[in-house]
């Protein structure tokens, strides 16, 4: 009992470590599938995070939080947009250029607004009380004595915040935008030959810049997340490197939703016992804390280097579209 005691608070964690990188990866396949390169998830998730945590302490809401969070993202990706498809600029450039944006902004307004080294005010401190609450669901405190039963709906299932589940249901959701409606066609199409889509009377620039318009609303949900939900609080460089690990699920997943979400979850469960394992003792040597908090980002390398295979992205990513004139 024990033992699935611990695999059931693995798991658990790894639902939480995995939520931010199913928003943002999802949101880097909307981009890319329309051919425009996204390294600029990692900003994207920092400037969302402050805006989002800054919004919910000023209003006092988490909701005004989420709102200004995303907001904020899809500035910053409509930003991206005027860049790589407005003037046909370096898209790796443009990515790099908005992740060094976000960290010294973040800082600079950070400090100038609240004076607490680039952190903003914790918002579940004496009375003011706006993070997101986990959600119980329904009869679990009468279930969690029930043997397994129990354990997986009480502690496994129940106790996340809304955005976990939001996370888990948009990937169903974006899979059926990107394969089943009409603008999820020309997303595609535009990735795949933009000549194309233009002779046909589509507009190669508008589709880019609404698939990029998702892309910010989906990365800025993986922001608020972390400021206004896990951490109740916004602190320098916060997003740690999970825009470039959602990034690598998404071509871990060969660019689509469910592939990518499972890449997510191991991802994340990989950091769930990297974090479970800290002060392991191994042949009389504990495990430097440092080496164990970097296992997650080692494997994610060896992985993508070794076992992913022959992976086919869309046909035109990274390339200007330039509009052949008569």
């Known amino acids: 009992m024990e033992l699935f005691n611990s695999i059931i608070v693995i798991l658990d964690a790894t639902l939480r470590n995995a939520t931010p990188l199913i928003f943002a990866a999802l949101a880097g396949m909307f981009s ?25 302490y000023y209003f006092g ?51 100038y607004w609240f004076h607490q080294g680039g952190n903003t005010p914790n918002l579940a401190f004496g009375e003011t009380h706006a993070r ?58 535009v990735g795949e030959n933009p000549h194309a889509v233009d002779t046909a009377g589509i507009s190669v620039a508008k589709t880019r810049y609404l698939a990029l318009l998702m892309t910010g609303i989906l990365v800025g949900f993986a922001g608020v997340y972390l400021s206004v939900a896990v951490t109740a ?4 460089n916060m997003s740690a490197g999970k825009g470039y690990m959602a ?38 040597v504990e495990v430097p804390v440092q080496l164990v908090e970097a296992t997650p980002y080692i494997l994610t390398v060896v992985l993508l280097g070794g076992f992913i295979g022959r ?15 008569n």
């Open 32 to 56: 890319e599938r329309s051919g425009i390169v996204n390294i600029a998830l990692e900003g994207k998730i920092l400037i969302s995070a402050f805006f989002g945590a800054s919004a919910a």
């Open 61 to 111: 809401s988490p909701w005004m939080g989420l709102l200004c969070g995303v907001l904020a993202s899809v500035v910053f990706a409509q930003l991206h947009a005027f860049a790589t498809v407005t003037h046909n600029g370096d898209h790796v450039v443009s990515g790099l250029a908005i992740n060094i944006l976000a960290i010294g902004l973040t800082a600079a307004i950070g400090n």
């Open 132 to 189: 997101f609450t986990p959600i119980k669901l329904p009869f679990a405190d009468q279930l969690a004595d029930v043997p397994i039963i129990g354990g997986i709906y009480s502690e496994l299932l129940s106790g996340h915040y809304l955005l976990v589940y939001l996370a888990f249901l948009a990937v169903p959701l974006c899979w059926y935008i990107l394969f089943r409606t009409r603008f999820g066609l020309r997303v595609r199409a």
């Open 233 to 236: 609080q916004f602190s320098p």
């Open 247 to 284: 990034l690598a699920a998404l071509i871990f997943g060969k660019w689509r939703p469910r592939s990518a979400m499972w890449a997510c979850l191991l991802f994340g469960l990989l950091e769930a016992i990297a974090i479970r394992s800290q002060g392991v003792v191994f042949l009389g």
């Open 311 to 325: 992976s086919v992205a869309p046909k035109v990513i990274g390339e200007p579209y330039v509009k052949e004139r």
